[in-house]
C-alpha cells in the first residue's frame, strides 16, 4: 500500500508571527525586497517606525507595543548609530524584553559597502559612507530609500555575509569592553538575513 504523503499544512500554519521593526525606509525596502525574493510567509511583517523624531529607543517601545497588540512572538529592531543619544536605553530596553537588536554603525549603508569589501573603517557620519560606497560598482548613483538596491546586491549577499561576520568580530577583539552602541563600525545584519534565509519555505 503507497505511503501517504504527510500533510505538512499545520506546521506551515504554526509559523511564528514575526516582526521586523526597521528605523527607516531603507532598512524597510531591503529587508521586504529580500523577503519577497526568498518567497517568506505573511507571517514575518517589515514595518517602519512612523515618528518625525529619528528615535531609536522609540523603535523598541513601538515593536514592544505592536508585539502586545498584534500577538508577535519573535521581534527584531533595525536600527542605526548615527549618533544618537539614546542608544543605550534601546540596547538595554530590548533585552529586558527579548527583542534582537540588529545594529549598524555608523549607517545601514555599512551592509551595503560590506558587499563589495571586508572594511574594517569607521565612519563619523552617513554622508562620509555614502561618499565610500558610491565608488563602488552599481552603487555610482546611490539614493536612499530606493527599492532597486536589494536587486544590485544580492549576487554578492554571500561575500556580505562573511565579510560582515569578519568585520564584527575583528572591531569586538580591538575594543575590548566598549559596548556594542559604541562600536564603529558595526553591523550584525547578517545574522538576520541568515534567519530570514532559514524561513524559507
Same mark, same amino acid.
Given at each position: 500500500?503507497?505511503?501517504?504523503?504527510?500533510?505538512?499544512?499545520?506546521?506551515?500554519?504554526?509559523?511564528?508571527?514575526?516582526?521586523?521593526?526597521?528605523?527607516?525606509?531603507?532598512?524597510?525596502?531591503?529587508?521586504?525586497?529580500?523577503?519577497?525574493?526568498? =518567497?517568506?510567509?505573511?507571517?514575518?511583517?517589515?514595518?517602519?517606525?512612523?515618528?518625525?523624531?529619528?528615535?531609536?529607543? =522609540?523603535?523598541?517601545?513601538?515593536?514592544?507595543?505592536?508585539?502586545?497588540?498584534?500577538?508577535?512572538?519573535?521581534?527584531?529592531?533595525?536600527?542605526?548609530?548615527? #549618533?544618537?543619544?539614546?542608544?543605550?536605553?534601546?540596547?538595554?530596553?530590548?533585552?529586558?524584553?527579548?527583542?534582537?537588536?540588529?545594529?549598524?554603525?555608523?549607517?545601514?549603508?555599512?551592509?551595503?559597502?560590506?558587499?563589495?569589501? #571586508?572594511?574594517?573603517?569607521?565612519?563619523?557620519?552617513?554622508?562620509?559612507?555614502?561618499?565610500?560606497?558610491?565608488?563602488?560598482?552599481?552603487?555610482? #548613483?546611490?539614493?536612499?530609500?530606493?527599492?532597486?538596491?536589494?536587486?544590485?546586491?544580492?549576487?554578492?549577499? =554571500?561575500?556580505?555575509?562573511?565579510?560582515?561576520?569578519?568585520?564584527?568580530?575583528?572591531?569586538?577583539?580591538?575594543?575590548? =569592553?566598549?559596548?556594542?552602541?559604541?562600536? #564603529?563600525?558595526?553591523?550584525?545584519?547578517?545574522?538576520?538575513?541568515?534567519?530570514?534565509?532559514?524561513?524559507?519555505?
Amino acid at each position: 500500500m503507497a505511503k501517504r504523503p504527510q500533510n505538512n499544512f499545520k506546521e506551515r500554519q504554526l509559523k511564528s508571527k514575526v516582526l521586523i521593526l526597521c528605523e527607516g525606509l531603507t532598512e524597510k525596502n531591503y529587508f521586504n525586497a529580500l523577503k519577497e525574493d526568498l =518567497g517568506l510567509p505573511k507571517t514575518i511583517a517589515v514595518n517602519v517606525f512612523q515618528s518625525n523624531k529619528v528615535d531609536c529607543k =522609540g523603535v523598541v517601545e513601538e515593536a514592544i507595543k505592536k508585539a502586545k497588540r498584534d500577538g508577535f512572538e519573535e521581534i527584531f529592531v533595525v536600527f542605526d548609530h548615527d #549618533n544618537q543619544s539614546k542608544r543605550d536605553e534601546a540596547f538595554k530596553l530590548a533585552k529586558t524584553k527579548s527583542i534582537t537588536v540588529i545594529f549598524s554603525s555608523i549607517c545601514f549603508e555599512g551592509w551595503y559597502l560590506l558587499h563589495y569589501k #571586508n572594511s574594517t573603517k569607521a565612519f563619523s557620519s552617513e554622508a562620509d559612507l555614502e561618499r565610500e560606497l558610491k565608488k563602488c560598482i552599481g552603487m555610482e #548613483n546611490y539614493e536612499k530609500n530606493n527599492f532597486k538596491h536589494y536587486s544590485i546586491l544580492k549576487d554578492k549577499i =554571500g561575500d556580505a555575509k562573511s565579510n560582515a561576520e569578519k568585520s564584527r568580530l575583528a572591531v569586538i577583539q580591538n575594543n575590548e =569592553g566598549v559596548e556594542i552602541f559604541n562600536l #564603529n563600525p558595526f553591523t550584525n545584519v547578517d545574522e538576520l538575513v541568515i534567519y530570514l534565509e532559514k524561513q524559507k519555505t
